[in-house]
C-alpha cells in the first residue's frame, strides 16, 4: 500500500518560511504527478500546488509567487517551500498524488501562521 509522510510543519509568523516534505513509498512516485493539499478547519481539503512528472508546475491562484513545489525522483520526496506565509495559510498539509490515491492519505503536518 502507498506510504506517504509529511513532515517540515510549525509555528511561523506572518512573512515567514517554511519547507514541507513527503517522502513516498511502495509506489511508482517517478511516473506519477504528485499534489501538495491542505485542510483548514471547518473547510474542504484543497489542492494547493501540483507538479507532473515532467516537472511542469501548477498552484492555486492564493498562493502563486509564494509557494514553490519540487520533486526530487532519486529520493521519492516531493517538497513545498512556503515563503511570505498568511496566516489564511494555517491548515494541515497532505501530500498525494493528483489525481489522489483515496487510502493513501497520511497524517499531514500542521502549520500555522500567526499575525
Known amino acids: 500500500q502507498v506510504q506517504l509522510v509529511e513532515s517540515g510543519g510549525g509555528l511561523v509568523q506572518a512573512g515567514g518560511s517554511l519547507r514541507l516534505s513527503c517522502s513516498a513509498s511502495?509506489?511508482?512516485?517517478?511516473?506519477?504527478?504528485m499534489g501538495w493539499y491542505r485542510q483548514a478547519p471547518g473547510k474542504q481539503r484543497e489542492l494547493v500546488a501540483r507538479i507532473s512528472s515532467d516537472g511542469s508546475t501548477n498552484y492555486q491562484d492564493s498562493v502563486k509567487g509564494r509557494f514553490t513545489i519540487s520533486r526530487d525522483n532519486a529520493k521519492n520526496t516531493v517538497y513545498l517551500q512556503m515563503n511570505s506565509l498568511k496566516p489564511e495559510d494555517t491548515a494541515v498539509y497532505y501530500c498525494?498524488?493528483?489525481?489522489?490515491?483515496?487510502?493513501?492519505w497520511g497524517q499531514g503536518t500542521q502549520v500555522t501562521v500567526s499575525s
Open positions: 511502495r509506489m511508482a512516485f517517478s511516473f506519477n504527478a
Open positions: 498525494n498524488a493528483n489525481p489522489p490515491f483515496g487510502r493513501a
